[in-house]
């Protein structure tokens, strides 16, 4: 019987005041009678425009009629058609602006929740199925992966399902990539990930760490090693800062510095000592899902307050509403159409406050969001011991630099083909934030499968 309740089943969640102090997750997951309940609002429509939403093409209405139906492992096995990492996507896509922004349920009332559902599942499969992923058999070619995010991963998934031997480069000590050092363990336990890691080596998939490309081997290395062809999916690693006085005082980082201290030196288990400061009162410069975590995580590290500074309103901050939400919810204090002009240091050279001016919108600029403009006069501090600044990240430029012929554009942007992720060079392909810049998991994912299917077709050709 179709379930037609206008409202999604609520995520059970930890409570505010007990998570904000603990890196525990903070969505805890359907049960398998809230997944049944959920799958059986789904109308199965006949052009299923969830599909249409997605950037990998999971077929969306078939698995979730599969969950109507309790059958849970056929969901999983259909999941895994389209997307090698299913726990992940469900955890951290913007289901909100893709797939479930195309649900007829969400014309009068909320959408189905596919990205609640595409977690069940996923882990219901990680607890109940024994059985490792098979390798698949292999086709005699070798690819090589630069990096070990999740437009690698699921290049390197795709290829080893069509039977090429793949080998992953990853600069770091952990695979992963953002998922591994940038999302927090409340959001994306580590666990999870390393699972879904687990499942491609299962798969024949080998994965070298501290292996930074462009210094320990280059591209014309790898070509003589054998690898016919060679995918790029480097990230983007090198963060943005504002160019404002106190930049390199003791207690400001990037929020690429702080996350990665915590996710990768393991702050959040106490049982480590990990070298980062534990601020007192913390001020985060910035309005996306990064300056989010980064907020979040300063609450658990055991903050008294915690500031957003934005310089816009809340209408136009780029972070997903469930984000903002959850962050207020963990007192996280927002000081809106805000923005840094200066970080003053005490006589130790320590962050000790941080100069503000206030704000107001005027007419959109190229984003199509409302250009902030400076009220003079307006200065004001905030008396703060840490300083994060979570405005972007760009490319590194360590492949480019060290490779001939490889283009790139003024953003420092691997330039490759929307539809092939083909580069200027022959056998070279990318994608992920290398290519645009940081964006989402599930959009870097995209660009993977893309890549993979073309690095098949080139193989193919350069060998027919």
Not at 240 to 264: K, Q
Request: charged share 25%.
């Amino acid at each position: 019987m179709p379930n037609m309740t206008m409202t999604k089943t609520p995520m059970p969640e930890q409570k505010p005041d007990v998570r904000n102090h603990n890196f525990e997750e903070v969505a805890l997951g359907y049960t398998e009678e809230m997944a049944v309940g959920e799958a059986q609002r789904c109308l199965n429509c006949k052009n299923k425009p969830c599909v249409t939403g997605c950037p990998v093409m999971v077929p969306i209405p078939e698995f979730i009629a599969h969950v109507a139906n309790r059958e849970f492992e056929e969901a999983y096995q259909v999941l895994t058609k389209a997307t090698s990492l299913p726990a992940v996507c469900g955890r951290v896509c913007p289901q909100e602006t893709q797939c479930e922004s195309k649900c007829v349920r969400g014309i009068k009332g909320e959408p189905v929740g596919i990205g609640r559902l595409e977690r069940f599942v996923a882990d219901w499969h990680m607890a109940n199925s024994k059985e490792a992923p098979k390798k698949p058999q292999q086709n005699g070619h070798k690819v090589a992966v630069i990096g070990a995010g999740p437009a690698s991963l699921t290049c390197a998934g795709d290829l080893a399902n069509m039977g090429y031997e793949v080998t992953v480069y990853e600069a770091l000590h952990t695979a992963g990539g953002v998922l591994m050092y940038g999302i927090p363990q409340f959001r994306l336990p580590k666990e999870i990930v390393q699972k879904e890691i687990d499942g491609l080596r299962a798969k024949g998939v080998t994965i070298l760490t501290d292996m930074v490309i462009g210094k320990v081997l280059t591209l014309d290395e790898l070509f003589a090693d054998g690898f016919e062809a060679i995918f790029i999916g480097s990230g983007a690693g090198l963060p943005n800062f504002m160019h404002i006085p106190g930049e390199g005082l003791v207690g400001t980082y990037s929020a690429n510095e702080f996350l990665t201290r915590v996710n990768l030196m393991k702050a959040y288990r106490p049982e480590y000592d990990t070298p980062i400061l534990r601020p007192k009162n913390a001020a985060i410069v910035g309005g996306g899902n990064v300056a989010m975590d980064a907020a979040r995580t300063a609450k658990r590290l055991g903050s008294e307050h915690v500031y957003i500074v934005y310089r816009r309103s809340e209408a136009e901050m780029p972070a997903r509403a469930e984000e903002i939400h959850h962050a207020k919810e963990e007192g996280i204090e927002f000081r809106l159409l805000t923005n840094p002009v200066a970080i003053h240091g005490d006589e130790s050279g320590k962050v000790c406050s941080i100069e503000c001016v206030e704000m107001e919108l005027g007419e959109p600029d190229a984003s199509g969001r409302r250009r902030p403009i400076e009220k003079q006069g307006s200065n004001f501090e905030l008396p703060v011991d840490c300083a994060i600044i979570a405005i972007g990240n760009s490319p590194n430029p360590l492949i480019p630099a060290n490779t001939s012929g490889l283009e790139v554009n003024r953003r420092g942007c691997i330039v490759a083909d929307e539809e092939t992720m083909a580069t200027s060079l022959p056998g070279v392909y990318a994608a992920g934030d290398a290519v645009s810049g940081a964006a989402t998991v599930i959009l870097a994912m995209g660009g993977g499968k893309k890549a993979a299917k073309s690095i098949d077709e080139y193989i193919k050709s350069k060998n027919a």
